[in-house]
């Protein structure tokens, strides 16, 4: 593999640690027992009572988290801190420990 290519490839894989943002964690809702666990490899998995129930690709794009629940269609999460995230319609979820 020549310099170029060396360079390319590095470039290329800090790229896309960049785009995942480095977010993760468990969240749990706070109105419901729905858990969500965001993987640093953006994919964040539901469960709800233990059961895990869907899986869908995310972003953090600034203050915000996507998740992407259909082609084109995002959910926004906000977040207000480490711990908080606020989401559609109110929901809050909180990073558990």
């Keep these: 593999m ?3 290519m060396k360079h390319f490839v590095i470039i290329f894989l800090l790229f896309l640690t960049a785009c995942g943002g480095g ?3 468990e969240y749990r809702a706070l ?3 729905i858990l969500m666990d965001f993987r ?3 994919r ?3 469960s709800m009572v233990g059961n895990s129930f869907a899986e869908f690709d995310f ?5 915000e988290i996507k998740i992407y629940v259909a082609p084109g ?3 926004i999460y906000e977040i ?3 711990d908080v995230l606020i989401g559609p319609g109110g929901v809050t979820l909180v990073r558990r420990r």
């Design 2 to 4: 020549n310099i170029k």
């Design 23 to 25: 977010f993760s964690g």
């Design 31 to 33: 109105q419901c027992a």
């Design 40 to 42: 640093p490899d953006g």
């Design 44 to 46: 964040v998995t539901q």
């Design 59 to 63: 972003e953090r794009d600034g203050d």
């Design 73 to 75: 269609l995002a959910q």
């Design 80 to 82: 207000q801190s480490d």
